[in-house]
C-alpha cells in the first residue's frame, strides 16, 4: 500500500532524480512509419503533446490519424532532465509518458485531434490508466500556444457533460503550457510497428462528444 502511494504521488522537484546532460535517443533516430527524423517537425507542421497512458498504444493511435506528419514517443512534465525509462517508472521525475505529435493544421485540427484524446482513454482516473498505476500514467495535455491551451480547455469541459451523462467523475487531466520533452529510448519509439504483437491497452470509455 506504501508503495502504491508513492508511485501515485508527485515527486518535489528537490527529491527528484537528477537525470543527465545527454538524450537517451540518438540524434537522429529515423522513424519506422514514416521515414524521417523522430526529432523533426516537418514544414508547415504544428506540434501538440499528449498524455494519455501507455504511450505505445497512444503512439500508434496519431500516427495512423491522416494529417499527422510525425510522432515521437518520450518523457514531459516533470523535473528531471534526459530521464530513462526505468527513472519515469520510479516515479521520482514527475514525468508523464507522452506523445510529441507533429501534425498539418490543414488536414487535422488541433480540436480534432483533441477528440482523439479524449475518446481513447479514461481522463478521470488521476494517476493511473486502468492496471498500469503510477504518475507517468496521468492525463495531461501541454499547449504551445495560446490557441491551444483555449481549444484544449473547451473541449475538456464539452467532454465533461459527456462524462457527466456516462456517469463518471470529474476529468483530472493535467493542462498547462509546455515546459519540457525528453525523447525516450530508441526500443520505444513506435514500439507496436516494431512488436506488432506487442501488449499496450488502449483505455477508452466510449465516452464521446461531436
Not at 528537490?14 to 524521417?36: M, S, W
Not at 515521437?72 to 516515479?91: L, R
Request: charge should be negative; include cysteine; aromatic fraction near 14%.
Amino acid at each position: 500500500m506504501l508503495f502504491s502511494t508513492m508511485k501515485t504521488t508527485m515527486v518535489a522537484p528537490e527529491k527528484a532524480l537528477r537525470g543527465r546532460d545527454r538524450e537517451v535517443l540518438a540524434n537522429p533516430t529515423f522513424h519506422e512509419i514514416y521515414g524521417i527524423p523522430v526529432q523533426s517537425v516537418p514544414a508547415g507542421s504544428e506540434v501538440a503533446y499528449f498524455a494519455l497512458g501507455c504511450f505505445w498504444g497512444a503512439e500508434k493511435l496519431f500516427w495512423k490519424t491522416p494529417g499527422v506528419t510525425n510522432t515521437a514517443v518520450g518523457y514531459a512534465g516533470g523535473f528531471t532532465e534526459n530521464p530513462t525509462y526505468e527513472e519515469v517508472c520510479s516515479a521520482r521525475t514527475g514525468h508523464t509518458e507522452i506523445v510529441k505529435v507533429s501534425y498539418d493544421p490543414n488536414k487535422v485540427s488541433y480540436a480534432q485531434l483533441l477528440k482523439i484524446f479524449f475518446e481513447n482513454h479514461d481522463p478521470t482516473q488521476g494517476m493511473r490508466q486502468g492496471n498500469d498505476v503510477g504518475t507517468q500514467y496521468r492525463s495531461a495535455i501541454y499547449t504551445t500556444t495560446p490557441e491551444q491551451a483555449e481549444t484544449a480547455a473547451r473541449v475538456r469541459d464539452e467532454f465533461q457533460v459527456e462524462f457527466d451523462r456516462a456517469g463518471y467523475g470529474r476529468i483530472t487531466t493535467e493542462l498547462k503550457p509546455y515546459e519540457n520533452f525528453f525523447y525516450a529510448e530508441d526500443y520505444h519509439q513506435q514500439y507496436l510497428d516494431k512488436n506488432p504483437f506487442g501488449y499496450c491497452p488502449v483505455h477508452a470509455t466510449g465516452v464521446t462528444c461531436n
